[in-house]
């Protein structure tokens, strides 16, 4: 799907879609959900109220015969708006997750993303089994970028533009996320911030017992699990040859 095709902005950062596209209304993420997880040392502390981060279109399709083949493949096409802006000093993000693990396998259900406007970056952790960070890295991505989230890694996405950030996933529509492991160490490892001098800075979370480097890595070095065109987005490709994503499953 593409901006201005398939899909506008409108006044309230929230997504008008074109012709036969059915969604559903948006989830929303609100500023008091990520009350738990904000960057710790900001004086004043700001006060989560019911502004909104983002918003979430869970299981879009353009027809019903996509419709039946995601439903078929136990696939589902996501849209998530993450709005410009900070929360305090740290830029707006997701509240982050863990997926589970497939039945029968020591893997998580991995995920797939696509930047449709905006730009993102997507940070990476993997877990020690006593919930400590063990990696870390970040990768950058632009509008037209994929990104794919490996077995065993949790994620945030974070916004660090003056646009709203549109991206889009597939994901296995067979498990729900956990939020846990982030929640219980009041956040991902590290934190992206806009500090009191302007200077932005990535700052890491006193609640891990390991501090790590931080890797910065553009999309287009990330691995990819499927060979897809660069002008051909995720649910191109899927409808296209839905077999290519049964590592999603």
Do not use: C, W
Not at 87 to 116: A, C, N, Q, R, W
Not at 118 to 146: C, H, S
Not at 210 to 228: C, G, H, R, W, Y
């Amino acid at each position: 799907m593409k901006h201005g095709v398939d899909f506008t902005i409108n006044d309230q950062n929230m997504l008008d879609f074109i012709g036969d596209i059915k969604a559903p209304r948006p989830a929303i993420r609100r500023f008091r959900d990520a009350a738990n997880i904000l960057y710790p040392y900001q004086k004043p502390e700001p006060k989560p109220d019911k502004s909104p981060l983002y918003y979430m279109y869970r299981a879009i399709y353009k027809n019903d015969e996509d419709k039946k083949m995601f439903k078929d493949e136990g696939i589902r096409y996501d849209i998530t708006v993450i709005l410009p802006g900070f929360m305090g000093e740290e830029f707006i993000k997701t509240v982050g997750h863990f997926h589970p693990k497939k039945e029968g396998s020591d893997d998580t259900y991995p995920e797939y993303y696509e930047v449709l406007h905006g730009e993102a970056l997507y940070l990476f952790q993997k877990n020690t089994p006593d919930g400590d960070v063990e990696e870390v890295f970040i990768v950058t991505a632009k509008e037209g970028d994929k990104v794919y989230i490996d077995p065993n890694y949790g994620h945030i996405t974070i916004n660090p533009g003056k646009n709203p950030l549109v991206m889009a996933n597939l994901v296995s529509d067979d498990f729900s996320s956990d939020y846990k492991p982030i929640e219980e160490k009041k956040g991902a490892a590290y934190f992206y911030i806009k500090n009191n001098l302007g200077e932005l800075e990535f700052v890491p979370n006193p609640n891990y017992k390991n501090t790590l480097s931080l890797n910065l890595m553009p999309a287009e070095k990330k691995d990819q699990p499927v060979d897809i065109d660069a002008d051909v987005g995720l649910y191109e490709a899927f409808v296209n040859k839905p077999e290519d994503f049964s590592f999603l499953k």
